[in-house]
């Protein structure tokens, strides 16, 4: 990477060099653009550069076309520029163009308004070039003493910067944040300060402290986060202050921020590998996990909380319930890490404990509807199952707790379940007996086919005695229905529909059926639908004339079964 990109903090991609302006089209945009579009401009020049092109041609028209303006978002851009543009030239001489932006800087750290003067100061903490930061001097100290916070905040790692860099420029910097820090009262200003001094003079910072020790409990969030961050590095530089920074420390693990808790409890495992230590910060870890909404959180403070399980095996046994405690978020992720965290603290002593508290939740996920509930049901199960072959006390109740819903769960669940007793058989020769009558027992009740097949591959292993065989194929033939399947289907089919069709008889006569249509094309080329009806009527018409015959031939009908009813009755 090019020499003037050493002391850049920023990298921006540029996504298609091939549509790169040219020199002259930016030039023309910086001299006759608008401030909104001279912004656009600056964030090309930016890109360009720090992608590799160092672009000096341009410096003097942003001096000239930028620097004057007043708009603060092409201020800001104008510091970014400042930035990385190259400094000095060939020689290693400062540039003659840097006169006139040291000066502009200057004015900027005069500024009437505070977010200039803040952002030019925030500028200075990266400058490198004793040159440039020289004139500079007069006008950063003079911003400790500004009446808004935002300049004061910024002002005072300006000065630390400068000492760490140039420490000849400015000799008194650790006496002037002293003095800074001691008279200043917004949180913020503080922090910065201590902050600051912590890191160009650790003495002066340590004075400072021990003036302060006592009130830290109840300094501002802050404060107490970077006073936490000096304690831990000091501790390895003074020992013999560690059981002082100690009972600070277990104090701070009853502060009401969160953030301080975290930190305190960090800090706490850092300085040492007491159990009583260790304990109390997983204890907060573990509030922690289960008091914060946020899942990043959670995550981060049971990975803590593992780190500690890792360093001292054996320690936190007894925090497996209260671990247990987070399984009430619905997060997935945050519930996969906690039982995996408890699967490999469970012991003997709380196995029993344990395997209760995953039996209710496993229930849950049948009673109520949780988010994934099917991929937590499966890493209950499969908790469940470790647990089990782990520690066969539990082995017996768990196997009788996971057959009692194989019937409920579905197939991938079920399948688990199968799985798990398949193990369990395998393993405990004295479970198998009344396993097998449970699984016998179950047939009835089983829908899915790989379950099905599980299940008669236990029962076909470990059906030994002959009247378990019996009982098993009683059931099984049970379960199966009348055979051949195919016929008694279909004749379950045709029962159904002699069913249907008693039902649509009305009255002793069946409903009409409904008319059924043809399609014709009429003379015109047009579709027309001829039904049964349409084809009665028109058969109906062609026969009028015959009405008259048609009653008569009725009337001597009639007429012949009268005399033959009279016939009979003689």
């Given at each position: ?7 850049a ?9 091939a549509?790169?302006p ?5 030039k ?15 964030k ?40 990385i ?55 950063a100290?003079q ?7 935002y ?45 600051a ?80 230590a ?46 247990l ?16 965290l ?7 002593k ?54 009692d ?10 399948v688990?379940?199968i ?46 005695d ?60 047009t ?10 009527s ?33």
């Amino acid at each position: 990477m090019a020499s003037f990109l050493d002391h850049a903090y920023s990298l921006v991609h540029q996504d298609n060099t091939a549509d790169v302006p040219t020199l002259a089209d930016l030039k023309t945009q910086l001299e006759k653009g608008t401030d909104e579009s001279k912004v656009e401009t600056m964030k090309r020049i930016l890109t360009i550069m720090l992608n590799g092109d160092s672009m000096p041609q341009l410096l003097m028209h942003i001096i000239r076309f930028v620097m004057p303006s007043k708009h603060k978002a092409l201020k800001k851009m104008l510091y970014f520029y400042y930035e990385i543009c190259p400094k000095l030239d060939s020689t290693g001489k400062l540039k003659q163009e840097m006169i006139l932006v040291c000066n502009g800087i200057r004015n900027d750290l005069q500024h009437p308004n505070e977010y200039i003067r803040g952002n030019t100061l925030r500028f200075l903490c990266k400058l490198r070039e004793p040159e440039l930061i020289e004139p500079l001097l007069s006008s950063a100290r003079q911003c400790l003493e500004h009446r808004h916070a935002y300049v004061r905040k910024n002002a005072v790692f300006a000065v630390a910067s400068i000492f760490q860099h140039s420490s000849s420029l400015i000799p008194d910097a650790p006496e002037l944040i002293s003095t800074f820090l001691e008279a200043e009262t917004e949180p913020t200003c503080k922090r910065n300060a201590f902050a600051a001094l912590s890191s160009i003079d650790h003495e002066k910072a340590l004075v400072y402290l021990s003036q302060v020790f006592d009130g830290i409990p109840n300094a501002e969030e802050l404060l107490q986060l970077v006073e936490l961050e000096f304690i831990r590095k000091d501790a390895v530089q003074n020992s013999q202050n560690k059981p002082r920074y100690l009972r600070l420390i277990f104090d701070l693990l009853e502060a009401n921020t969160s953030t301080v808790v975290y930190e305190a409890a960090s800090s706490l495992t850092a300085l040492t590998n007491n159990p009583v230590a260790v304990k109390a910060a997983a204890a907060k870890f573990i509030e922690l996990s289960i008091k914060e909404a946020d899942n990043n959180v959670k995550l981060i403070v049971l990975d803590r909380v593992d780190q500690l399980r890792r360093k001292s095996p054996g320690v936190l046994d007894d925090s497996v319930m209260e671990i247990l405690r987070v399984l009430s978020s619905p997060d997935i992720d945050v519930r996969r890490k906690a039982l995996n965290l408890v699967l490999d603290m469970v012991s003997s002593k709380n196995v029993e404990e344990v395997v209760l508290l995953l039996k209710k939740e496993l229930s849950k996920t049948v009673d109520q509807e949780y988010e994934k509930n099917t991929e937590y049901r499966q890493l209950l199960i499969h908790s469940i199952h470790q647990c089990a072959i782990k520690f066969s006390e539990v082995a017996a109740s768990v196997v009788e707790l996971l057959m009692d819903f194989v019937a409920d769960f579905n197939n991938a669940s079920a399948v688990d379940v199968i799985n798990f007793v398949k193990e369990v058989v395998e393993k405990f020769p004295k479970l198998r007996k009344p396993i097998v009558a449970r699984l016998v027992a179950t047939l009835g009740e089983v829908r899915a086919g790989k379950v099905y097949r599980g299940i008669m591959w236990i029962i076909g292993e470990y059906s030994l005695d002959e009247g378990d065989v019996r009982d098993a194929w009683k059931r099984i033939r049970a379960s199966l229905g009348e055979i051949p399947i195919l016929a008694s289907e279909q004749r379950l089919l045709d029962d159904n529909d002699d069913e249907k069709k008693e039902e649509e008889q009305v009255n002793g006569h069946s409903k009409p059926a409904a008319p059924s249509g043809s399609r014709k094309v009429l003379a015109d080329g047009t579709y027309a639908t001829e039904t049964a009806l349409t084809s009665q009527s028109k058969k109906t018409a062609g026969t009028t004339r015959q009405f008259p015959e048609t009653w008569a031939t009725r009337d001597k009908e009639a007429k012949t079964a009268s005399t033959r009813s009279t016939y009979h009755d003689d």
